[in-house]
């Protein structure tokens, strides 16, 4: 999972940026403002491996060369035979922008692989001619990854996947990018139309790709039997005899490869029949579109009245049922008012009733209240009558009393003076 993540990181931070153009298919779609076209990507690609096959040989050569330990230059020749292939099935990929990444990601191998990978040890004294090619390789792939797209962080994550993803058998063997890619490029949605340039496309490749493989074939040829003389326990004069018997069959197959120069005329021939036939089944694909679109938009159409003519008598339908439940619903309501209002008198009624009863038994309350209250108040009014009365007899008698003992007074007093 996490080397998936790596990888998954790495293909959108270099290309999956952005949308951009209107290619044929694959990455190369989503690749944000591309400085070079997919065209010149895939030559650059096509060079590269040219490019990547002279330096191994030459690296390897001179380690042979300097070198009397048989391990060593079979090692050496084991380098060249490896390494050229394993380049070829990087950097030859269909989609451009997919070489490009498995192509940095091998280049980046190859270096971790000589300088502190299973392969640190294969050359000896001479591992430095190894690690100076291989670094001279991953220099140049960097420079046309940054030529086709600023990718600085896509350089960042695709050697945090080389070190989680390192070499640890032959260079054959490697883990390669393409598991992911596969995956990436299959979620890919493309046309009709897209598919068959893409086929076009995979026409050109493949003969680009078998001019690279016929010119690599002698080259191979002589690096394998290079190896198998190398097994032998055969003398130098021995080996030297037989590699020129080997360079001499080399030449003879440099010489067959040559007659080539005919074949790409009748594969361009071939090739034009081929696009003649498949431009013809793009048309035809063409028309059968328009008229399947036309018989799509008819039954669309069709379709579409008659749902707005069941839409209408639905609607109708409802409508009328709308109708009837409403007007049940009133005459409900109705029934229930009146019933409610009925209900309303006959309590209204009753509380009268109990209200005017409660009236009457208060004011026959009230009334021997009254009548109670006057009596106790005449009772009292004449008590306080009868106590006047006596008071004012018991004045009145004192006071004649009273009188009556001045006027004695009086007279006695008159008497004596007279």
Request: glycine share 6%; charged share 30%; aromatic share 6%.
């Amino acid at each position: 999972m996490q080397k998936q993540r790596g990888l998954f990181l790495f293909v959108f931070a270099l290309a999956l940026t952005g949308c951009h153009g209107s290619g044929s298919g694959g990455l190369i779609k989503e690749v944000k403002d591309p400085k070079i076209s997919q065209r010149e990507l895939r030559m650059r690609m096509i060079e590269y491996v040219r490019h990547w096959t002279a330096v191994v040989e030459i690296a390897a050569d001179e380690i042979g060369f300097k070198s009397d330990d048989t391990t060593l230059r079979r090692n050496a020749i084991r380098w060249k035979m490896d390494a050229v292939g394993a380049c070829q099935t990087a950097a030859l990929r269909d989609d451009p922008v997919a070489a490009l990444m498995d192509t940095f990601a091998l280049a980046a191998q190859h270096t971790q692989y000589f300088e502190t990978g299973v392969g640190s040890n294969l050359f000896g004294p001479y591992q430095g001619i190894a690690v100076a090619a291989a670094k001279e390789l991953e220099a140049e792939i960097e420079q046309v990854a940054f030529e086709f797209t600023d990718g600085e962080r896509g350089k960042r994550l695709v050697y945090e996947w080389v070190d989680q993803n390192p070499i640890r058998g032959s260079l054959l063997n490697r883990p390669t990018t393409g598991p992911v890619l596969a995956r990436h490029a299959s979620s890919v949605r493309r046309s009709p139309f897209a598919t068959l340039q893409r086929v076009e496309e995979r026409i050109a490749n493949g003969l680009e790709r078998l001019d690279l493989y016929i010119e690599a074939a002698p080259h191979q040829a002589r690096w394998q039997a290079e190896y198998v003389i190398e097994q032998q326990l055969l003398t130098r004069e021995e080996k030297n005899a037989t590699l020129r018997q080997v360079a001499s069959m080399s030449a003879s197959l440099e010489q067959l490869s040559k007659l080539q120069t005919d074949l790409p005329e009748l594969v361009a021939a071939e090739r034009e029949k081929l696009t003649e036939l498949v431009q013809s089944e793009r048309q035809e694909i063409g028309r059968l579109v328009d008229e399947q679109r036309v018989a799509t938009l008819d039954a669309l159409k069709v379709e579409r009245e008659t749902i707005f003519e069941e839409v209408d008598s639905q609607r109708l339908a409802t409508l009328d049922t709308l109708e009837k439940e409403r007007e049940a619903v009133f005459d409900q309501i109705r029934k229930e008012r009146e019933a409610v209002l009925e209900a309303l008198r006959e309590e209204r009624r009753i509380i009268l009733d109990a209200v005017d009863e409660q009236r009457r038994a208060v004011m026959a309350d009230v009334d021997r209240l009254a009548t109670k209250a006057i009596d106790e108040s005449v009772g009292r009014g004449m008590d306080m009558i009868d106590s006047v009365f006596r008071r004012g007899a018991l004045f009145g008698g004192g006071g004649l009393v009273l009188l009556f003992c001045l006027g004695l007074a009086f007279v006695r007093l008159t008497r004596k003076r007279g």
